[in-house]
């Protein structure tokens, strides 16, 4: 608990409340540039601040063997605390019967929306479970996320220890939903979070996460909330920052990222993780891999991790929060979808704007 407490050590309640301030504004007005001169005055003294505390570190996360379930709740979850339980989903079915092979004989067939969210304008495709498998096993680099399999195939629920999960939920519950993720040795997901919280099962392969805890929003500093979640913004032509890279990145508009304190997670089959509401968190997947994340919202718990983020998010607009909730619980890969599309929207309008406004300057 004490490691816990000194990753808060870098950012003062002062820094955090006005930056809190600027995103009030960001998520109801917009970025205006008349905040500019005034971010620019809080950035400048937060990077002396932080000068003076020294380089953040990435700490390996607590691992336990059979912890109970008082303990969990009494002491991780109700702390927000990360913690990965070693083993403890390695007798279920799903760990023990489940791999690429298994999922293309039995649901290859699947259409599927494959949004890839690599990419800034989210390019998307419309294939099947199949497709993707084949690319993964040759070793390209299509990753299938939240593919909503216990939804289209409830069968497999017997395959998990249900039980288990929802005794280890916070209430009360909105709705939750089981969410699978597939994807090649190589393949990852930039920095992101969300309000609900995510028990992570490990399958099959392994898997690699990096966590910062929300504390550090302003150092990480998002646009505001887009569908259920908030990325970290890519400040440079190659995208978000990678904490995965050999050679980390601190130059430019990263500077600040070498102050981030947070945890390192390796998940093997059998491992399930459990991650807090809003923490920050990327995901590597070092073999091919397999896991589900077990995912449920639970408004008061994640008020009282973040009452700020979760209050916006309760006034998100595109969507708005109960119409990406629907969407969330049905296959959360249509909410990318309806982003994509809005996305296209906007930039056909702008091109219709220059259009007319060249047609006018030539007249």
């Not at 380089?55 to 912890?67: A, H, Q, V, Y």
Request: glycine residues 6%; charged residues 25%; contains cysteine.
């Amino acid at each position: 608990m004490q490691a816990y407490r000194d990753f808060q050590r870098n950012l003062t309640f002062g820094q955090r409340f006005k930056y809190g301030v600027y995103q009030i504004a960001d998520h109801f007005f917009g970025r205006k540039k008349l905040f500019n001169k005034a971010r620019a005055r809080y950035y400048a003294k937060l990077k002396a601040s932080l000068e003076k505390k020294g380089p953040g570190r990435i700490m390996p996360i607590e691992r336990r063997k059979d912890l109970s379930l008082k303990e969990f709740m009494n002491h991780y979850v109700r702390k927000g605390i990360p913690v990965v339980m070693e083993g403890a989903a390695a007798d279920w079915d799903c760990v023990k019967k489940w791999s690429l092979e298994y999922f293309k004989e039995l649901h290859g067939k699947d259409e599927i929306v494959l949004v890839d969210q690599s990419q800034v304008d989210y390019p998307y495709e419309l294939t099947t479970l199949a497709h993707v498998i084949d690319n993964i096993r040759s070793g390209g680099s299509k990753y299938y996320r939240f593919y909503p399999l216990l939804s289209r195939h409830p069968e497999h629920l017997e395959e998990f220890d249900y039980k288990w999960l929802r005794d280890r939920r916070t209430k009360p519950v909105w709705f939750d939903a089981f969410q699978v993720f597939i994807g090649g040795a190589g393949t990852y997901t930039a920095l992101h979070n969300a309000n609900q919280s995510n028990l992570f099962v490990q399958v099959y392969g392994e898997k690699k996460w990096v966590l910062y805890s929300h504390y550090y929003t302003p150092i990480i500093d998002p646009a505001p909330v887009s569908n259920v979640y908030r990325s970290a913004p890519g400040k440079k032509e190659s995208g978000p920052f990678n904490p995965f890279e050999e050679e980390l990145d601190f130059t430019g508009h990263y500077e600040l990222f070498k102050y981030l304190d947070g945890y390192s997670v390796h998940l093997k089959p059998g491992d399930v993780f459990w991650n807090p509401p809003f923490y920050w968190h990327a995901v590597k997947n070092p073999t091919d891999s397999i896991g589900v994340g077990y995912r449920w919202s639970s408004p008061f718990y994640s008020f009282k991790i973040s009452p700020l983020y979760m209050t916006l998010d309760c006034f998100a607009r595109n969507p708005p929060i109960w119409k990406a909730y629907a969407l969330y619980q049905k296959d959360i890969n249509e909410l990318h979808l309806a982003e994509v599309k809005r996305l296209e929207e906007a930039k056909q309008k702008l091109a219709e704007q220059e259009e007319r406004r060249k047609k006018v300057s030539v007249t």
